[in-house]
């Protein structure tokens, strides 16, 4: 048996999912090892959110397998994915609007510090207790994403930069293992970015998470990913280290043309 | 205190622990609803003919009505809150008539089109009062809890909220049982306090009064509910003497708020010192740039 470290968190095995005629991943394998920084690129449309939704069960994919951590979680709810220590962010934000950022964390969060019916009802019991723990943590982890001044303000009024923040704030909360993040840096200007990968990098050193990123910003991507998989059309034309990936002719065609 | 302040505050207590209801299904979790007072009339016909019939005692009645209607919203709600969309707002039409009809067309055990006379008057001033306190009290503390904070969470983006491990179906059943639970209860208090009861009572007319008060005071404020509520009854109140035309008053002050208020009177906001900061940010303009500095 292999080594710990180079287990295989991820795994999938000729992944295919049409929509219409068309397909959107066309028997995509690949596999990430645990403690992972990798990058999933490539030209607007190839399939990669269609990915991270076949990973996370929002569809099924039409044939093909998905491994995580050796358990066949292919079709999984979406509503299960917690239970597999995963967590996910959105290409086009998916925060709650009318709640505050400390909520929006909260009810993440509170899925691991949960208390009964008869509590939530009467406030008696475990609730005070459980409450301030929740909102602790939750206050925690906003400043670590730098929100904490920010907690009592409603999501749908935070700037843009900051909503994207709140959804990295909230998916960290359901304290996973393994972490997909969809295009973090979308719509961001280049001083957000380079925040950006120093939040990202400093949750990879100090959480220990495998991370997958789905990027557009390659000097983003090259910068943090020490493993990067490059998809066009549905497929995978390259994957490899960055070094290999700037220098592979497929990718270069996929980018800027023949 | 005359009779007649009385009544009033008992029909606002009823009036309350039924939009409560409402407003925990249609404003916290997003199911429209234009049934709801087919569960109404559920709890009042099972407390009725409890009482009167088998002379129950009228707590364990009025217990047994708001369960009874928190089954019967179970059975409805299982088969069309699996699906995301209005499959429940169109169910609800179809369920609160057939309530009514089957009510109507009961023999002898509902007593039919007729109604249902000689109910024992048990909800007088105190029992109103309790009830509504206590109803409140739960409510208010569900809110402000994970499950409020799920129910929200279900309503804005069900798709984030399963990939947050809710099963986003199963908290929207459980929010339609607790609403059906509410307006069982406050049907089954109408009886005890109108001493009567008829099925045309509980008609599509009483359903879309209860959900436009929701709308009115605010869909996802509980206690913006409980304003509207208020003011509504009291309007209908106010303009008794003018009989019918109190019905263009009413529709007049919906839309007038529609208009220049269309989130409701208190929008999402609960009465708290959160709505107040609110206020204030408003009226001071305060805003953030950009950059995230207060400007």
């Known amino acids: 048996m292999a080594k710990k470290s180079n287990q295989n968190v991820l795994q999938l095995e000729n992944l295919t999912k049409y929509f219409g005629g068309v397909p959107a991943v066309n028997d995509i394998s690949f596999s990430i090892e645990e403690g992972k920084l990798a990058g999933l690129i490539g030209p607007n449309g190839a399939g990669k959110t269609t990915i991270f939704n076949l990973i996370t069960g929002v569809y099924p994919p039409d044939s093909g397998k998905i491994?995580?951590?050796?358990?066949?979680i292919t079709y999984l709810k979406t509503y299960q994915a917690i239970g597999r220590n995963m967590a996910r962010t959105f290409q086009n934000l998916r925060l709650f609007p009318h709640s505050t950022a400390l909520e929006n964390v909260m009810v993440a969060l509170q899925q691991h510090h949960s208390y009964s019916f008869i509590e939530a009802i009467t406030h008696l019991g475990g609730w005070g207790k459980k409450e301030r723990e929740i909102k602790a943590k939750s206050m925690d982890i906003l400043d670590r994403v730098g929100l904490a001044d920010r907690a009592n303000q409603k999501a749908r009024t935070l700037p843009y930069g900051m909503q994207r923040r709140l959804e990295i704030a909230r998916a960290l909360a359901l304290e996973p293992k393994f972490l997909f993040l969809d295009e973090p840096a979308a719509g961001m200007n280049p001083e957000e970015v380079n925040a950006l990968n120093t939040l990202i990098l400093g949750i990879h050193k100090e959480l220990k998470f495998t991370i997958l990123v789905i990027e557009h910003h390659m000097d983003l991507v090259m910068e943090i990913c020490s493993h990067i998989i490059c998809m066009n059309f549905g497929t995978k034309i390259a994957e490899g280290n960055p070094m290999e990936i700037q220098s592979h002719p497929e990718v270069l065609k996929a980018y800027l043309g023949e | 205190m005359s009779a007649y302040t009385e009544g009033i505050i008992c029909v606002l207590c009823i009036n309350a622990i039924a939009?409560?209801?409402?407003?925990?299904?249609?404003?916290?979790?997003?199911i429209f609803s234009l049934g709801h007072a087919g569960y109404m009339a559920i709890g009042a016909y099972t407390a009725a003919i409890l009482t009167a019939r088998y002379s129950f005692y009228f707590i364990p009645a009025i217990v047994a009505g708001g369960l009874l209607a928190a089954l019967i919203a179970y059975i409805i709600g299982v088969p069309t809150l699996k699906l995301v969309g209005d499959y429940y707002a169109i169910a609800s039409i179809g369920l609160g008539e057939a309530i009514r009809l089957i009510l109507e067309n009961g023999g002898t055990f509902t007593?039919?089109?007729r109604g249902f006379p000689g109910i024992p008057n048990y909800t007088n001033l105190t029992v109103a009062v309790c009830s509504f306190v206590i109803m409140a009290f739960l409510m208010f503390n569900l809110i402000n809890g994970r499950f409020g904070r799920a129910f929200k969470a279900c309503r804005d983006d069900y798709i984030a909220a399963s990939l947050l491990g809710y099963n986003t179906a199963k908290y929207r059943i459980l929010s339609l049982v607790i609403s059906g639970f509410y307006c069982g209860v406050a049907g089954a208090l109408l009886g005890g306090f109108l001493l009567y009861i008829k099925p045309l009572m509980f008609d599509m007319m009483k359903s879309t009064e209860l959900t436009s008060v929701v709308v009115f005071g605010g869909l996802?404020?509980?206690?913006?509910?409980?304003l509207g509520m208020v003011i509504i009854t009291l309007i209908t109140?106010?303009?008794?003497?003018?009989?019918q035309y109190r019905m263009l008053i009413y529709g007049a002050i919906l839309v007038i708020i529609m208009v220049l208020r269309p989130e409701g009177i208190m929008g999402q906001y609960e009465f708290g010192p959160g709505m107040f900061k609110a206020i204030k940010e408003k009226f001071k303009g305060d805003h953030y740039s950009e950059e995230g500095r207060k400007v």
């Open chain 1, 67 to 72: 491994l995580f951590w050796g358990e066949d």
């Open chain 2, 19 to 30: 939009v409560m209801g409402v407003s925990l299904v249609t404003g916290y979790t997003g």
């Open chain 2, 111 to 113: 007593r039919g089109a």
């Open chain 2, 220 to 226: 996802g404020s509980m206690s913006g509910t409980l």
């Open chain 2, 237 to 243: 109140e106010v303009f008794r003497p003018i009989s």
